[in-house]
């Protein structure tokens, strides 16, 4: 069995805004273990969807649209799905119903005046949009479905989840299982030398588990198995015994795929340990990252995003003496930036950061993509210094991650 | 002219990670004006590669592909881009210098023992990498170009902006010609209402214009017209007439593409104005969007992220009397965070923020998705209740949007 995803919209294609419904898509039909054939990304025209539809049913079991079912010019998916079916649009009163619904749960009242969303190809069943107006349309023929959904991400991802998801797995029953991944997350080493020098054998190795990818990050390079099953325990001991034996051992850090901010914050919560930040350069990034964790609220107090020379001396305590000779962006600084952060907060640990994320504000000795980092507790503070490289946004994401990864350290050997 | 984007990945296709290359390419195929003919993202499969780039080479002039020429065995795209072209895989000369040019920028020194980066199909182009290893492929055909840049995105960026470049615009020289936009941004009117109620004949009218699209947005509908030519002042000035004799006018907040951080910053440079945030259900999500733009630091003081209670009386000095009395998502509790942000960080505006972003922490009066905002200056804050839907990171987001949002509002009426 497998799935195509069409994503549907102009704006899409000259970059306007990202698509972030084909990656959840595919994330959600790899919970499911339906594989993916292929994400497209088109433009509202006739022709070129009218030939991806063809294609995708001809390929493909399920086809999965987003975008183009409001109630705008350009909104043409459902007229093209009546079309490509050689089905006639015509008004539906159970559809008027839904949308009647939709409507209501926004406190609006709906007529067939107000637009054409009661009208759906015969044949097509019409689903209810549980966080927007729009309708959804679904369409079951010689054992294959499709399913269009709006694109607004949120529309679309409940719309899946509550209203396709039972006509998928009716349809489909047996004909797809759960896959599962062991991840192997290594830190400091780069891809080459763990499959040129530390384990030349380790992919052909893997590889009779399963599918292998290797995918390099920004604390290390992630190892990847798919397995096919919902339960990889069996092959997880094996990898990790084979892991073992080679010198890639040392270099693993993590034996799953949480993000580490996900980690950070259920290893505090186990251990009962809280934490703060004093942020610099990462202007929020971190705290921002670890506040999108539900939960976070148990362990992490709060950030003390001091942007300015003044903000550092007033908010955290940081001596100018300190910051006329050492710099904002030294270890010195973000000593102090530390021990200001874990007095104001009374935080267990703290890590502070403060570096220079460019474009401009560098300098010979401390070039764009200098970081320096100070973490612990109280009266045991360490500091680092860093050089990364990238533009403004990835050095922010890259010097927050090395935050957070040392914070993982404090927490695991608190 | 058209164009074609294929990402490379079987990591993309389980959803693993979201792909960020085909929409930063999309941008930059646009910004010069050549048209986009689709986004494909597809999985590391011989079949279905080769097809991908028969067809890719059938419909299009440029071929553009991202990943899948790295080191590891998964990495195909360099021996299939060889076999769709029936060139054979040779050792280059001319490509090991650019390899060891590239590794001795990171100062690492390669061997051909190392990977067979040096190899290449024949009569293909090598292209130095200016922020990674591996060397990016041209291949130029009938008038026609395919070039291969690694996935990395930051490594696809530099060699498509610097390496890429002058090759397509060799090429392809007068065949395209850039575009422009116009972009009518309007808040608090849905869509429905503006196309229906306000001004029925709008979509026909802009129309004449170019190519219209509508998309809603956190704020409200971007209205975008897109326009042949690099100069659209002439038809802006036109549009610009047209809606002001609509009853859209007073909802029209904005008339170019500018992200509402970039637009914050800019408007308070201009009027030399500083701010801060007091942030807790945000989570410095805030401040970090305000310090993705350079030049932040110029008005942006700082963001006290105080999550827990404690932080909030301890840093901004909220009397605990008003979290017991009113709880900590009121606008009693913001209005005493943005006078104590105020009064920390002495800045001329600030922004304070508590809401409930969830899953938990809802009740019946303050259910998920409530905002409590204070805006202002010293002794003249306001304070407002919002109501929201979303999941988590989306109200995070919607939360700091409506914050900015006002805080343009303040610096505009300053």
């Not at 973000?334 to 907060?345: I, R, S």
């Not at 210094?385 to 890259?398: C, P, Q």
Request: proline share 5%.
């Amino acid at each position: 069995m497998k799935a195509k995803i069409i994503i549907i919209g102009n704006e899409l294609l000259y970059g306007r805004i990202a698509d972030t419904n084909g990656p959840w898509l595919a994330k959600w039909l790899d919970s499911r273990g339906i594989e993916l054939d292929e994400i497209r990304v088109l433009p509202d025209e006739r022709e070129v969807l009218l030939k991806a539809f063809e294609e995708g049913f001809k390929d493909c079991d399920l086809i999965l649209t987003s975008g183009g079912i409001g109630p705008t010019k350009d909104d043409m998916t459902k007229s093209l799905l009546a079309e490509f079916t050689g089905k006639k649009l015509v008004p539906c009163e159970k559809t008027a119903k839904i949308v009647i619904e939709n409507y209501k749960y926004y406190d609006r009242q709906w007529t067939p005046e107000l637009n054409s969303y009661h009208h759906i190809p015969e044949d097509f069943i019409a689903t209810p949009n549980p966080k927007g107006l729009a309708p959804g349309l679904i369409f079951i023929k010689d054992e294959k479905l499709i399913a269009a959904a709006p694109g607004v991400p949120r529309e679309l991802k409940a719309m899946v989840e509550e209203e396709f998801a039972p006509y998928i797995d009716k349809l489909f029953k047996n004909k797809y299982a759960p896959k599962s991944r062991v991840v192997i997350r290594t830190a400091r080493v780069p891809e080459e030398k763990i499959f040129k020098e530390l384990c030349p054998t380790l992919w052909d190795d893997l590889s009779q588990f399963g599918l292998v990818s290797s995918l390099p990050q920004v604390i290390g390079v992630d190892i990847v198995v798919t397995i096919n099953g919902e339960d990889s325990s069996h092959e997880l001991e094996k990898i990790k015994k084979l892991i073992e034996k080679t010198d890639l051992h040392e270099y693993v850090w993590q034996w799953d795929n949480s993000p580490l901010p996900e980690l950070v914050i259920n290893e505090a919560i186990e251990k009962n340990l809280t934490f703060a930040f004093a942020e610099s350069c990462t202007g929020g990034l971190t705290a921002s990252r670890i506040t999108d964790i539900p939960g976070s609220s148990k362990v992490f107090l709060g950030s003390l995003v001091t942007y300015s020379n003044d903000a550092k001396t007033n908010i955290l305590g940081v001596k100018q003496q300190t910051l006329k000779k050492f710099g904002a962006v030294s270890e010195e600084t973000v000593n102090e930036m530390a021990t200001g952060v874990l007095d104001k907060m009374g935080a267990d640990l703290a890590v502070a950061f403060s570096g220079i994320a460019g474009p401009s504000g560098g300098s010979e000795i401390k070039p764009v993509g200098t970081l320096a980092l100070a973490s612990g507790k109280k009266k045991d503070i360490k500091t680092d210094l860093y050089h990364f490289a990238g533009d403004r946004e990835r050095l922010k994401l890259r010097f927050s991650e090395v935050g957070l990864f040392k914070l993982l350290q404090l927490i695991r050997n608190y």
